[in-house]
């Protein structure tokens, strides 16, 4: 499985960006794709995931700024960021969890966010 993303970039407190991320390969169901990210000096965090039974789960720093989205004929998920914080400033990861036997996780590269204040 590779995961290929984009959608990072500088962007003042406030405003808005939107990371999308495509899988490809050997992508079974059930899955869950999404984001995590990392700021530094900080350990990776969870930001939110969309299951592949359409469920989403989001972590509390985050709800009711950031929307997932995804597209599974597209196998992409976006992340649509919006009210943009100094402090989500970090490293997004895409992230593929499948939940076959064995599991298996996947990562993408990361895709920088700055948020200036």
């Known amino acids: 499985v590779q995961l290929q993303a984009s959608g990072g970039g500088l962007v003042q407190a406030g405003g808005s960006l939107r990371l999308s991320c495509t899988a490809s390969g050997s992508i079974f169901s059930p899955n869950a794709m999404g984001w995590y990210r990392q700021a530094p000096g900080k350990q990776r965090e969870l930001v939110a995931i969309?299951?592949?039974?359409?469920?989403?789960n989001y972590a509390d720093h985050v709800k009711g700024r950031f929307t997932i989205v995804r597209d599974g004929a597209k196998n992409t998920v976006y992340l649509q960021m919006n009210s943009l914080k100094p402090e989500d400033t970090a490293v997004y990861y895409c992230n593929l969890y499948r939940r076959t036997s064995p599991a298996m996780d996947y990562w993408g590269e990361g895709t920088l966010v700055t948020v200036s204040s």
């Open positions: 969309a299951n592949s039974g359409g469920t989403t």
